[in-house]
């Protein structure tokens, strides 16, 4: 992994821990504050609509990867996705991910980032 930092001009290869994602494409990467995002979704080489969930905290050197368990279940968890789209939406309950649609799911899925459970929204005309 290398990151740009845009101020210097300069590309740097950070200390990297935690658990990888494999290489993938067509996730989403939502900006949750200054230094944490949210990675969903998206395709690799041995599976396609994916639905796997990682946190991600950056330093100026450093990046730590936490991969959210699926606990299976009765528990909701959306569906495997790519090509969806997702938008941070900050609370009073905090930090919330929105998610909708992508293929093969229509759906949208509302995750609290701070307790890390999705919560499917039904009811809603696309």
Same mark, same amino acid.
């Given at each position: $992994?290398?990151?740009?930092?845009?101020?210097?001009?300069?590309?740097?290869?950070?200390? &990297?821990? !935690?658990?990888?994602?494999?290489?993938?494409?067509? +996730?989403?990467?939502?900006?949750?504050?200054?230094?944490?995002?949210? $990675? +969903? !979704? !998206?395709?690799?080489?041995?599976?396609?609509? !994916?639905?796997?969930?990682? $946190?991600?905290? +950056?330093?100026?050197?450093?990046?730590?990867?936490?991969?959210?368990?699926?606990? @299976? @279940?009765?528990?909701?968890?959306?569906?495997?996705?790519? @090509?969806?789209?997702?938008?941070?939406?900050?609370?009073?309950?905090?930090?919330?991910?929105?998610?909708? @649609?992508?293929?093969?799911?229509?759906?949208?899925?509302?995750?609290?980032?701070?307790?890390?459970?999705?919560?499917?929204? &039904?009811?809603?005309?696309?």
């Amino acid at each position: $992994m290398n990151v740009c930092t845009l101020l210097l001009d300069q590309w740097i290869s950070p200390v &990297v821990t !935690g658990d990888r994602p494999p290489p993938i494409n067509s +996730f989403t990467l939502t900006p949750v504050t200054n230094n944490t995002v949210v $990675m +969903f !979704g !998206g395709n690799t080489d041995s599976e396609l609509n !994916g639905n796997k969930l990682y $946190m991600i905290s +950056f330093t100026k050197t450093s990046v730590d990867i936490l991969k959210v368990p699926n606990p @299976g @279940g009765s528990v909701q968890w959306p569906k495997g996705r790519w @090509g969806h789209s997702s938008v941070l939406i900050t609370t009073s309950s905090g930090p919330h991910l929105l998610v909708v @649609g992508g293929y093969p799911a229509y759906d949208v899925w509302l995750l609290d980032i701070n307790k890390r459970k999705w919560k499917e929204l &039904v009811s809603i005309i696309l």
